[in-house]
């Protein structure tokens, strides 16, 4: 192990709020000349006014603005430079580098939210006021003197002793009007028993269900030309988990039975190819290559069970068509039509579309055609932005909409302007709904247990990761 995976530690560890109020802080090592507040606000402060370049570019401060970014070693507790200089102090330290273990600083604070999580059934700014205690007593169990110790949820209750104070009352799945069907908020419960804000037990605890929550997320990064063709695509997706069963009994997980790995693969018309996969490492392949079934002991609170990436053809579920006009020399007018192409049965929630426009934009006006059925349409003009924002709370499937903006610029339209229009940038989520058709064919308990019937919920989220047409 290197000199810098040996003494590579978390000096300070902090919560903020949106407002840069200090929700948690804790403290592992002490360093002299400067208190906990001056990293915090320090640390607010560059996140609030970050002018957008990333760590690492050239000419650029490497740094969150802690500190200068000289690499010191610490491994003797004085804080002793040497010629090495090997590792970096708090202060110092870049957004990512390598802990023990292999660990990163990003991987780490993802692991911690993700216990969190967990343990408090949501994360937000109530519930981890509400929790302090508990999330104290976990960071205390997660980070010894700084270093990384316990990360798995399921490690962590033999040592975690406080009850988990519930936010919102989460509804109960086993009395819903349609049995096949559960709200999207049942999944934000805590893994283990909770109290609410009384301190009496709740209901939820006391009569837990045998429950376990299906995730299928694909993420799409795609990039359109000006006029709607389809430059390259991706699909970033996971099966994700998240288990109530008692007793953690073994599932089997069955995929497509035709479900292809790899372009070079021999597949048949219709049948779903992904680029790679990977598994999660409590998975049991010896079923996988001639049935396409997975079998694994679930661990407490929210995992992943597979990553998968698919890229190439495959049918994006809306296309952009802008179309940029000159009415007058300082004068344009910008128009951008989506086509929705999902099943009509199907709609796009929440949808944002952003148009850049020049940086000599005086004025622009916004007039939005709606097809029947789309929900909570606006458009307008952020000025100190220089944007347009049009927005649909839903975008029904097999509709069109469109989009006409006049815009008005302080000069002439050279093509130097015209190169600062765009690109437009689109943002949804579909829900029971994948692009990849990668489904899901049944999950069931491998042994069969008596009086044993746990309710299974599976749910299909699509989401724009990158959506982006240029002008």
Known sequence: MSAAARVAMITNFFVLSPRGDT??????????????????????????????????????????????????????????????ESVKRFGDAPPVFVMPDGYSYMHLLSKIAKVFKDYCGTLSEESIRKNFILLYELLDEILDYGYPQVTQTENLKAFVYNEPIVVTAVADTGKMINPKTASATAVHKPVISSVDADGKKTSLSSNQKNEIFVDILERLSVMFSNNGYVLNSTIDGCIQMKSYLAGSPQL??????????????????????????????????????HGRTLSFYPPDGEFIVLNYRMTGEFKTPFRIFPSIEEIEPNKLEISVHVRAEIPDNHFGANVSIEVPLPQSTTVATCNVVSSPGANGVSAEYISHEKKLVWTLKKFPGCTEQTMRAKVTLSGPCTSQIRREIGPINMNFEIPMYNVSSLQVRYLRIAENMPGYAPYRWVRYVTQSSSYVCRL
């Open 252 to 289: 089997r997980l069955a995929l497509n039975e035709d479900l292809a790995i790899g372009r070079n693969a021999n597949t048949t018309y219709g049948s779903v190819t992904v680029d790679d996969i990977n598994f999660n490492d409590c998975v049991n392949l010896s079923e996988w290559e």
């Open 23 to 84: 929700v948690i802080a804790k403290t592992y090592r002490s360093k002299s000349g400067a208190h906990t507040n001056s990293h915090t606000e320090a640390f607010f402060r560059k996140v609030k006014f970050w002018d957008g370049v990333a760590p690492g570019t050239p000419g650029m401060d490497t740094t969150l603005g802690l500190g200068s970014g000289k690499l010191t070693s610490s491994s003797d507790g004085e804080g002793a430079e040497t010629s090495k």
